[in-house]
């Protein structure tokens, strides 16, 4: 059971209308969304903290594209 706002309850039928889905779809496809939002961000630290604890020294500009990557993701 989750409580929800009238404006929420609005908008999440305003979004299942516009798609010809059920309310109850429209959360189901947005918790599956941050869910994997979630782990994909995780796997994202997990790569970044690899590279930095093993940088590829063997290729002079790997250090300053890793910055450059990280420097450019949204977190």
Not at 18 to 44: F, P
Not at 68 to 73: L, N, P, Q
């Amino acid at each position: 059971m989750v409580q929800l706002s009238d404006e929420l309850i609005r908008a999440l039928d305003r979004r299942a209308a516009r798609t010809g889905v059920s309310r109850s779809q429209v959360i189901r496809e947005a918790v599956a969304g941050y869910v994997e939002d979630d782990l994909q961000a995780e796997l994202d630290r997990q790569i970044v903290a690899g590279y930095r604890r093993y940088p590829q020294p063997e290729d002079p500009g790997a250090e300053r594209q890793l910055r450059e990557y990280i420097a450019a993701e949204p977190w």
